[in-house]
């Protein structure tokens, strides 16, 4: 006779082993052959329910300290701004200039909002926060995974109850006749239908709901939801209202999640030093937490601050010495500051650590040729190509084999590699800007003329299209449009000395008139 394990121990089973599709299935079933339950103390169909949510919710579970994306709307239409015009180094929506002696832009790119790319891709870090509203329109993604998964696009079906009557035509919980007063005093089921309403329905005005009255029963003394309340009021734009709610669950009890909570909505309220203080606070609490040290050097890196991010991702690495987000930004720091050997080292460490993608083979092709390692160059680049998941990482590729081309003087294949890049991504201003410098060495001076221009309104944030056009321009005798140039380009990069000299001489030009 064959023996079956009890139905809900197999579905818990599932669970710890992150089957999460097969233990709502047989949750499923044990809530429709149990539908009302109530033999003992903690029912059968209560736990399986409880059960169920939990499976569900861990479908779509996102981590709300990482993901935090700004919309259009929050970024122009932001009216939480406590100074319009903030001291330096103490605003994240300033550019800045460089604070800790980090590479100019010269050497080192930079992203739409002013800042220096960073060597990791992360929620949040190249859009920035636009000056303008075409700006805000035009700043991309940071990355095809960023965006934060939602409910809508769960890829099952959903049975379930209305309350806890199981309904296959329904959704698993009806929330509009679910007694939120009766579940905030039930502990055990609570917890799990906030996180379900929250993550899995989004419904954040209910969650906020079940949330305060769970607090109220719990006599105001549980953090657990008052961290619960401040995440609801954070997603409704009450800043203030969650800062509060994060204070006071820290007094209850000194949880990490509670600091990275409070730390990011400093950083939205645009209140870095803040931020700072929070973290260091933490980490008297709790030394050596790589979670924090990471939120600090990720702010020293947004503030322009680049040598004190590279100690704090130093310090992140003597804690974990295999957090790829330090190894990236603190190899990324040595490639921008001419010491390609060194990055090439802390590269080579992610590959032996599993790291197979199109981006580290991009960036150790570069070293390579910085370094002098030209065997290994192009072999890297191919191994990239290969690799390759969008049109805009096989633009970047082709657009850096470009840069090796021009490097060793066959400007024919750099004029072809310029144009494939430009094929993949027809917004890829560097490659404009580069082909533009080609057609004016053949002496196509208005093809030339017009890549830069198409250059500088693609990427106003860069200064070389607007410093070559303002060349162009001096030369071929239209003074005014190289004065204008030469404007954009030393807002662009102020310190820029060749900028500064040709603003000289057109306005001797122009008070010789």
Known sequence: MEVSMDPLFLAWSYSRRRKLQQCSDICTKILQENPYDQGSSLPISEAAWSLKTRALTEMVYIDEVEVDQEGIAEMMLDESSIAQVARPGTSLRLPGTSQGGGPTPAVRPMTQSGRPITGFVRPSTQSGRPGTMEQAI??????STARPV???SGRFIRLGTASMLTNPEGPFINLSRLNLAKYSQKPNLSRTLFEYIFHHENDVKN??????????HAQFKDWWW??????????LGLYREAEKQFRSALNHQ???DT????????QRLDQPITALNLFKQGLDHFPGEVTLLTGIARIHEEMNNIASATEYYKDVLKQD???????ACIGSNHFYTDQPEIALRFYRRLLQMGVYNCQLYNNLGLCCFYAQQYDMTLSSFERALALVANDEEQADVWYNIGHVAVGIGDLVLAYQCFKL???????????????AVLELRKGRIEQSKALLQTAASLSPHMYEPHFNLSILSEKIGDLQSSYTAALKSEDAFPEHVDTQQLLRQLRQHFAAL
Request: aromatic fraction near 12%; include cysteine; charge should be neutral.
């Open 207 to 216: 969650a906020l709901d079940l949330a305060a009255q769970a607090t109220e």
């Open 321 to 327: 010495n295999t957090h790829v987000e330090a190894i």
């Open 254 to 256: 000194e949880v990490v």
């Open 259 to 266: 600091y990275l909570y409070l730390a990011k909505l400093y």
């Open 421 to 435: 890049a430009l094929a993949f991504n027809n917004d890829h201003a560097e490659a404009y800007n580069n082909l």
């Open 226 to 235: 008052k961290v619960q309340l401040g995440k609801c009021y954070y997603r």
């Open 138 to 143: 035009k700043t991309p993604r940071t990355a």
């Open 150 to 152: 939602t409910s809508a």
